[in-house]
């Protein structure tokens, strides 16, 4: 059994910053890519921002420069570092995680960014 839980999500500011945490845990030897997906009310869920094991990054065009994705492999953690966050990143926030060739998903986070 394989469970990811994100947490750091809540209420900021435009312009603020948030951290966002994803630690897996369960029957896990290795993981492979992890990523960040959000899901804003009415929208399709879309890509944020990934990274393999050997922390090779993407980013999704509407992040790049703003949020910057890690891992600590070892902990078996995904982060993702929100900067200058925007009303319109307001979403719910997903991580994933590749393990054992299966795709798992965390519960979401709430993120939400006034004006």
Known sequence: QVQLVESGGGLVQAGGSLRL???ASGRIFSIGDMGWYRQAPGKQRELVATITSGSTTNYADYV????TISR???KNTVYLQ???LKPEDTAV???N???RSRFYWGQGTQVTVSS
């Open 21 to 23: 945490s994803c630690a």
């Open 64 to 67: 790049k420069g703003r949020f």
């Open 72 to 74: 600590d492999n070892g």
């Open 82 to 84: 929100m900067n200058s």
């Open 93 to 95: 926030y997903y991580c």
């Open 97 to 99: 995680a590749a393990i």
